[in-house]
């Protein structure tokens, strides 16, 4: 036994205290509408995110991040794909009934995660709630048996990478978007 099937059973055996299956099922299932509603009023809160950007181009940014962190999602895919703990092992504390499906990492961490790693390169302090809300939703995900704990990490490493390669490219998309602004406005 390696050392993530053990840390992945260490972590589904506390759901076999009963009085954490409601906050684990939240969390894991639930959570991630909390972030998209919570994104979508940043962009109506009037430039008091960010002094360096407007609101708007930081949600313009975090979506492109999140396109990019699917992406970098589904070529690894591609290329490697492992079933889930709670098809694959005996043994484990089931709470919730899921699918048998292949999968590697979590298209909704890494989505999550390009949105919090944009937020956070332009406003520290809200984004901890973000940072924290991605560690419950991915301790969840682990103790429900969705995912190994290697893939939860590796998904926030896609998202924090596909964070900055977006953020480090920024100027070039505000090129691309005022000459495209440029062409309609001429015709």
Do not use: W
């Not at 926030?156 to 309609?184: D, E, R, T, V």
């Amino acid at each position: 036994m390696n050392i993530n099937t053990i840390l992945f059973y260490r972590i589904n055996s506390i759901i076999a205290i009963h009085y954490f299956n409601i906050f684990f099922i939240l969390f894991s299932e639930y959570f991630i509408y909390i972030f998209i509603i919570s994104t979508i009023l940043i962009f109506f809160i009037k430039n008091r995110v960010s002094t360096k950007q407007s609101n708007q181009n930081i949600i313009i940014l975090s979506l492109l991040s999140a396109i990019f962190g699917v992406i970098i999602n589904v070529i690894t895919k591609i290329f490697y794909f492992d079933n889930t703990p709670y098809n694959i092992l005996p043994g484990i504390n089931k709470i919730i009934q899921l699918p048998y499906f292949s999968i590697l990492f979590s298209n909704s961490l890494v989505i999550l995660t390009a949105i919090t790693g944009i937020i956070y390169l332009y406003n520290k302090k809200l984004s901890y709630f973000y940072i924290g809300g991605l560690i419950l939703i991915g301790f969840s995900k682990i103790a429900i048996g969705q995912y190994f704990p290697i893939y939860v990490i590796q998904s926030y490493i896609i998202g924090i990478i596909s964070a900055i390669i977006i953020y480090k490219c920024q100027h070039l998309f505000y090129l691309i978007f005022k000459n495209i602004q440029a062409l309609i406005s001429n015709k």
